[in-house]
């Protein structure tokens, strides 16, 4: 019963169009001053406590260097070289986009921040080029997604800290489906491109590809200082986003020279109202957390979930339809924050791997970015292209069936996630 209270002042709260992070906040509010007898005392200790996880200072860090490398020219550099590896193809600048996002996703975390910066580019290049823009739209929209995926993620580190899951494990996992995933993206993109016979580049010389890639190099490294420092030990994941906010920093203002020192206060102003909104939501997420522990609600739900006899199988089918109900209304840091803590001790008494829980979750997140009503990518998609978003949710419809494959894929082949991370950290 209070379950259903509490997630029913939840449901209410969001309905009236209250953010998300004040809903939560709300909702325990009432809850424990109407229902419980907790002390106010330990719901003012819990917001201070709840952000103090060393892991969590990763996520304001990989948003500066994130913000650097998109407000600098290190897309520009990336879209570059993959066109130069796979623009004579069928649909080349279609490909190159999504190679690049596969890139740039490995500098950012973030999907929004992989559209914006290969996006603004690439759209109005392909359009240029004869492709038509619903196309370049689909592309750009989901590519983007591979943004949470492939590491560093912020999403990851959200789920990292909601569960207590390895960061490093996390971050490991991710790679080898990334790397399907962006394959995935592009089959559809050539095959789509040969059966409408949509434009091909000129093939480029190992001389101009080299270039390309000497160009790109000084963002490439980022790429291997984060992992190959995480993973020879030289520094924790938060520790990695710290040397890249730095390392971004210097690449972007004194290597490319792309931002001017008096550039610099505007990005550290985004980057700080971006993980200020983030860390809001992470508090009040906490809180909530903080009342369902103490209704022992995770619990009862797994015990419940056992009794009805539901196996491995069944399980992740209802928690897959769950989380993709839950995209259409809540965007990917709100589910994960509010999900994770309750999905996840069921998943544990299955003997589910946590880590193959998380990657799977985070895959549920892309797609919920690429459909309505609130889809992140496609309101980001739709600022670029000036197209209206039913016209985009047709544009990508293609790509995300693609996803959604590749989602069945992930849930029922652990294997995929979890093969490198039992390989590097045995």
Known sequence: MNGLIIFGLLVLLMLTGMPISIALGLTVMSFI?????????????????????????????????????????????????????VGHWYGGLGLASVLACALFAALSGSSPACVVAIGSIMLPAMVKAGFPPRFGAGVITTSGAL?????????????????????????????????????????????????????????????????????SFWGLLLIVVVMGGIYSGLFTPTEAAAMAAVYAFIVAVFVYKDIGLKDVPRVLLSSANMSAMLLYIITNAVLFSFVLANEQIPQHLADWLVTMGLGPIAFLLVVNVLLLVAGNFMEPSSIILIMAPILFPVAMKLGIDPVHFGILIIVNMEVGMCHPPVGLNL????????????????????????????????????????????????
């Open 147 to 215: 943004g949470i995926l492939i590491p560093p993620s912020i999403a990851m580190v959200m789920y990292s800290v909601s569960t207590n899951t390895s960061l490093s494990g996390l971050f490991l996992a991710g790679v080898v489906p990334g790397a399907v995933l962006a394959f995935m993206l592009g089959l559809t993109t050539w095959w789509r491109a040969r059966k409408n016979n949509y434009p091909r580049q000129p093939k480029a010389g190992w001389g101009e590809r080299w270039k390309a890639l000497r160009d």
């Open 33 to 85: 001053f109407g229902f419980t007898q907790v002390p106010l005392e330990s719901v003012a200790l819990k917001l201070f406590t709840g952000i103090e996880k060393f892991e969590i200072m990763a996520i304001p860090f990989f948003i500066l260097a994130g913000n650097f490398l998109t407000h600098g020219g290190v897309a520009k550099r990336m879209i570059k070289f993959a066109s130069s590896l």
């Open 379 to 426: 309101y980001v998609a739709s600022g670029i292209t000036k197209m209206g978003i039913s016209e985009l949710t047709v544009a990508v419809w293609p790509w995300l069936l693609t996803m959604l494959v590749f989602l069945v894929i992930v849930t029922y082949w652990p294997a995929l996630s979890l093969w490198l991370p039992h390989l590097l950290l045995k």
